[in-house]
């Protein structure tokens, strides 16, 4: 996946979840896109990839912004920091070019997300900042999307308790039965 952050990588869970509902394992009329951190990111890419695909999506500690979240990993780091030559390995060229830092962007694309979205926050998360999904939820809401945003007061990016945790499952749930 390297070099190809919201490129390949997206498509292969597009080309997987069409698969699955090609052979009667999946109903293609309740498809929700969930995952955490990059998973979060790539749940919003893959709607506005497919829109059609998704009746919701689920993003726990996102990554909204990767050029945004880079800018602010180089703050809290420094410029020769390990992470930030972790990320920019990752995101390979796309990290240079302002056309290509635009379309991996699920907050520069959020007026093509038409799924509801709830967006689950650790408000201490250190890893990916929580004001990736604040600014994400803004600029949903800016752009008439249907969106909510739970932060999960005092914990991290690795959610470890157990009212967190029950929480999260809790606020997903009602999201789900509400949605699908």
Not at 47 to 57: E, G, M
Not at 126 to 147: K, P, W, Y
Not at 158 to 166: I, W
Request: proline share 2%; hydrophobic share 40%; charged share 25%.
């Amino acid at each position: 996946g390297y070099g190809e952050f919201g490129g390949a990588m997206v498509d292969d869970i597009i080309d997987g979840a069409k698969y699955l509902v090609s052979k009667g394992v999946a109903d293609g009329r309740r498809i929700c896109a969930m995952g955490a951190s990059y998973g979060g990111y790539a749940s919003l890419m893959v709607a506005i990839r497919d829109p059609a695909l998704v009746r919701c999506v689920v993003g726990v500690n996102s990554v909204t912004e990767p050029s945004g979240y880079i800018s602010e990993v180089v703050k809290r780091y420094g410029k020769d920091s390990r992470a930030v030559e972790f990320w920019d390995d990752y995101l390979g060229d796309r990290f240079r070019d302002t056309a290509q830092k635009a379309a991996i962007s699920p907050l520069r694309n959020a007026q093509n997300i038409r799924a509801p979205v709830l967006l689950l926050h650790g408000s201490l998360d250190t890893t990916v900042f929580v004001e990736q999904s604040r600014t994400m939820r803004d600029r949903l809401a800016a752009t008439g999307g249907d969106v909510r945003l739970v932060e999960l007061e005092g914990d991290d990016h690795y959610l470890n308790t157990t009212a967190v945790r029950k929480t999260l499952l809790a606020e997903i749930d009602a999201f789900l039965a509400s949605r699908l």
